[in-house]
Structures are given as C-alpha cells and as structure tokens.
C-alpha cells in the first residue's frame, strides 16, 4: 500500500477555529472536515459590511482545500467579498434530536464545519469557466456535457467565489441520550428521533420533448435516499476518478 | 371577524435586509418572516470578533419578534454578543433541487430568513427561568413538567441570548424547473427532485425504566413525518394555545 501523503494531515489550529465549548467534539483534520464538506450542497456564509454581520445561505463545492461557492453579480455578497473580505463557510448535517431526562441534556446529534478564509471573486477566465462547469457537475456528474451550452451574458451575470481555507474545525456530536448517572433510576421517557434530509420522487419537467429520458448518470438521485449519499457519491465521480 | 392587527404588519425595509438579488423573491410581512422561522429549529447566527466573522449553527426559538437561542456560559459567541453586539440569524428551508436545460437556469427552491438586530444576554432571572423551559417544550410542548428539574448549576452553566428582531427578510423559490423560452424545444431532460428533512422511527433510551412508555404529547414526531410539520405544531401547542 502506498502511504496516503494527507493521512494525519490537518488544519492549523488557533482561538478562531478551535472548539471551545464541548472541545471533546472537535477534529481539524483533512479527512474528517473534508467528508463533512462533500456530503452538503448548502452552506451559510457570513461576511461582513461596516461592521454588520451577514448570514446568507448558498451552495458551495469543494476542490482540495479551496472551496467555491456563487451568485449573481449583482448581489451584494459578492461585491463586498471581490476585495477578499474575511468570511466564515459553515455547514451543518441535523442527524437526530435527543430528548433527556433532564432539560438540560436535550440535545442533537450534528455533524458542523465551520471554515475561515479569505473569500474573493474568480476573476481568472479559465478558472471561471472550469466553475462554472463544475457548480453543476459537481452535484450532477457529466451533466454538462448534455447541456445547452452556457453564453456570453450568462457567464458575465454569474459571479464564482473562491476562498482558500486558512483554518477549519469540525465538530460532531453522535452520542443518543446521554443522562447524568443518577437521571437513569427516574421513570421518564428518553429517546433519539433520527432526523435525515432524504430525496423524494422525481417530478420531470411537464414541458420535455417526447421520447427524452431521464439519463443513467442521475440514478443517484433516487427516491428516499438520503441527499448526503447523493452528494458524497457525486462528488467522488466527479473528483476522485480512477 | 375581528381585524387581524398583524395583517399587512411587516418588518421595515433598508439597504441592510431588502432582497436585492431576485427582489421578486423577497417578502417582509410578519406573517411569511414567522411561518418560516417557526417551521425550523435549526439556525446560523453569524457575529463579529475583531473583524472575522463567524458563522455557528444553534438552535434558536421565537416569542413575538424576539429571537431566542442558547449556549453554554462559556462559549466564544456567547462572550461576544453578550455586550449587544449586532447579529444575523439565519433559517434555510431546502426544498427541491432544480435541474434544467442550461446550467444557468439549474436551481434549487427554497425558502429563507435573514434576521437583523443585537444579541444579547438574557440576565434577567424570572426571563432566563422562562427561556429555558420554552427552549425544550417549544419543541416537545408540555415536557418540562415530566422531566427532573434543573440544578442552580445547570441554570447557571447554560446561557440565553435574546435578540429582537430589526429588520428581516424572507426569500422563496418555489418554482421548479424555469428555463428560457427558447430552451424548452431542446431534446435535453430537466427535473425537479424534492427534499425534505424527514423524521426516523425513534429509538427509545435502552436505559428506560420499565413500564415507562412513550408520552402521547410526542405523537407529533411520528416516523416519515417532514420535520417542520412536527415543528409548526409544536410551536401552535406553545404559543398559540386557544
């Protein structure tokens, strides 16, 4: 076997990214924060502007330890983060709700990836285009390629970002019911509802011209599958190609 | 019928929560702005430390036009919005993916609330008790009353941030597959795929005491039921009792 030049490679821990409360949940290293990142389409974004705080959720894929996200040039995200403002990428997988005896061990199991960087625009034309590819690909593998084919003016009004991540930290709670030693003698009910965000039927568009069919290379997309597979499936076609 | 006095009520709009990107897509009235941010638990608070923002997933709640959520006394967030510091919490509601004819016009529906104001500390005694009931039977109404009580120690290690609510916006998608004119006679297949985040078969504590079932104030978070149903009654049995 080849020795795996990333195996224990890791994110530069500092106050910013360590986790603080519940430190015993916290990873920094590639594998684990990378596999959160893969699993997830939408992220939140946070930015700021004169002091003021945003919050705005999008879509992002991840290429190495650069990840990508877009929106129109026009917004204003994007206009504030062209300069290669600071900005936080977090990404959140709601696994289960837990119910204690207590009111204070309700909880949640979670897996949550918060990634810091510097975010600014794709201004490089062959690295915009290449994005622009994979925004799609990346969720559809070889999708593209069938596809009208994007124009001037649509690339124009689409603005890619791109931020380096300096520091990352993982945090993951996977744990049910976890009640105080002496809650377990009372007679209350605890319990663990799993929560997933699964896929649903199909819906074709009703407008298709007869006779096209729903291609091979979306049969990860099907019904009652969990979107996190979809995803991590996807993004191994698309990246990790043999 | 009585007037509604909230009919028409809505957030005040400025540079800082008007939807500028897809302004169709933006709405402010209370009605819309709640339903949202009721139908979710889950949240994204993005906030300010010397300049970097952070952006952490929690868990938050509404009374009103006051936003809750919570903490342990010694997180990073908790010490910096304590002094009032302006905030944006932020709920997205995945619902589709969109896949259509061009990658430009590849989407996803969604809704979405971006919540403005300054977070603070809950000091107040009698408002932090009261917090940290609705915090669990907000989600599981009337479970507080069942459970053991909570130590002077608990309550002092478990901390409440409240923000009231500046400014807000909503944005929904809620269209499917869009593509333009032209588009639509291309022999190239277009769909939208539903997501929900949907609720487990739950999986009582293997420590439970005999003979303690299931408390039938939990039937809302049946198996396959999409979370938010589960959580827009919840939040109707909290709040808005006849």
């Known amino acids: 076997m080849k020795p795996d030049p990333q195996a224990g490679a890791g994110y530069p821990v500092s106050g910013r990214n360590q986790v603080k409360r519940r430190h015993d949940r916290g990873f920094y290293d ?142 993951i709670r996977a744990r049910g019911v976890v009640d105080d030693d002496e809650d377990y003698d009372l007679p209350i009910y605890a319990e663990r509802i799993p929560v997933a965000m699964v896929l649903g039927e199909p819906e074709p568009c009703p407008r298709l011209k007869s006779g096209v069919q729903r291609p091979a290379t979306l049969a990860g997309y099907a019904p009652n599958r969990p979107l996190q597979d979809a995803l991590k499936e996807a993004y191994v076609k698309s990246y990790l190609k043999p």
């Open 30 to 171: 590639h594998a684990t924060v990378h596999a959160l990142l893969d699993a997830a389409m939408l992220c939140h974004v946070s930015y700021v502007i004169d002091g003021q705080p945003f919050c705005t959720p999008t879509f992002f894929w991840r290429e190495g330890s650069r990840l990508y996200w877009h929106g129109s040039s026009a917004s204003r995200m994007l206009r504030n983060l062209a300069q290669g403002e600071p900005a936080c990428l977090t990404v959140t997988h709601l696994d289960s709700l837990v119910l204690a005896r207590s009111g204070f061990n309700h909880s949640a199991d979670y897996r949550s990836v918060m990634a810091f960087g510097k975010a600014k625009l794709v201004e490089d034309p062959q690295e915009k285009e290449r994005a622009l590819v994979m925004m799609v690909d990346r969720l559809y593998p070889q999708r593209t390629a069938g596809l009208r084919s994007a124009s001037a003016q649509e690339i124009k009004a689409t603005s890619v970002i791109a931020m380096d991540i300096e520091q990352a930290s993982a945090k």
